[in-house]
C-alpha cells in the first residue's frame, strides 16, 4: 500500500495492486469485512472505493494540488460472502479542480459485487 494510507485501510486488508494515471486496482478480504448476516458489508466496499479513486485523484492532483473528497455513491449490485473483492477505479473527468473516478467491485468469479463513483476536489497544496 502506498505510504500514508491511513490506519482504516491496513485494518480492513486493502492492498493496492496497480497504480497508473489510468487505473487504480485494489482488492480486499471478504472475511473481517462483514455484516451480521455474513455479506460484505456495503461500507467496506466504499471504504475500498474512495481509497483507489482517492489515490487516483492525488496523482491528478500532484504536484501542487491535493485531492480531497466532496461526493461518493454506491450501488451495491450482489453479495459476496467469502474470498477477496478486487476494485479497479478508471477516471471518468479529470478537470484542473475536480476529478471523479469509476470505480468497479468484483468478487473472485469476475461479478460486479459495487458500482462506485467518487468525486474529489482538485485544491491548492498549503
Given at each position: 500500500m502506498p505510504e500514508g494510507m491511513g490506519a482504516l485501510n491496513a485494518t480492513m486488508g486493502i492492498e493496492i495492486t496497480e497504480i497508473?494515471?489510468?487505473r487504480i486496482v485494489g482488492t480486499m478480504p471478504v472475511e473481517?469485512?462483514?455484516q451480521p448476516y455474513g455479506l460484505l458489508h456495503g461500507g467496506a466496499?466504499?471504504?475500498?472505493?474512495?481509497?483507489?479513486g482517492s489515490i487516483g485523484s492525488a496523482i491528478a492532483a500532484a504536484p501542487d494540488r491535493i485531492a480531497?473528497?466532496?461526493?461518493?455513491?454506491?450501488t451495491h449490485h450482489r453479495s459476496a460472502t467469502s474470498g477477496t473483492v478486487t476494485g479497479v477505479a478508471t477516471p471518468a473527468h479529470i478537470g484542473r479542480s475536480m476529478a471523479t473516478w469509476e470505480v468497479v467491485i468484483s468478487d473472485e468469479r469476475g461479478?460486479?459485487?459495487?458500482?462506485?463513483?467518487?468525486?474529489?476536489?482538485?485544491?491548492p497544496a498549503r
Open positions: 497508473s494515471a489510468e473481517g469485512n462483514t466496499s466504499v471504504v475500498l472505493a474512495e481509497s483507489l480531497v473528497g466532496v461526493d461518493i455513491s454506491a461479478k460486479r459485487v459495487c458500482t462506485s463513483r467518487i468525486t474529489c476536489a482538485l485544491i
